[in-house]
């Protein structure tokens, strides 16, 4: 399974970014029972999920994104995408796409968001 993340970029405080996730090399039903989400690593720091959408449609986020992340998914397509509104320089990081069930843990390689000030 690959997962391949795009959308990242140089941002000022107060954009917008929306990051996109393809998944390939699994079959749809898979996807539709996986959890789908979003990580991020700043510089010295832990990751951490920003968002996740489960496979019930449950969705989870971060305190400090609140009301500015959406966490979407099109399981038809087998993509994942995280709008990113009010983007502020704390938000700077490597974002990572996940897919994850009881059963598999996939990664993409991270999309770099810079937000400066």
């Known amino acids: 399974v690959q997962l391949q993340a795009s959308g990242g970029g140089s941002v000022q405080a107060g954009g917008s970014l929306k990051l996109s996730c393809k998944a390939s090399?699994?079959?749809?039903?898979?996807?539709?029972?996986?959890?789908v989400g979003w990580h991020r690593q700043a510089p010295g720091k832990q990751r951490e999920l920003v968002a996740e959408?489960?496979?019930?449609?449950?969705?989870n986020y971060e305190d400090t994104v609140k009301g500015r992340f959406t966490v979407s998914r099109d399981n038809a397509k087998q993509m994942v995408w995280l709008q990113m509104n009010s983007l502020e320089p704390e938000d700077t990081a490597v974002y990572y796409c996940n897919i994850r069930s009881e059963f598999w843990d996939y990664w993409g390689e991270g999309t770099l968001v810079t937000v400066s000030s």
């Open positions: 959408r489960t496979s019930g449609g449950k969705v």
């Open positions: 090399g699994i079959i749809e039903s898979s996807f539709r029972f996986s959890h």
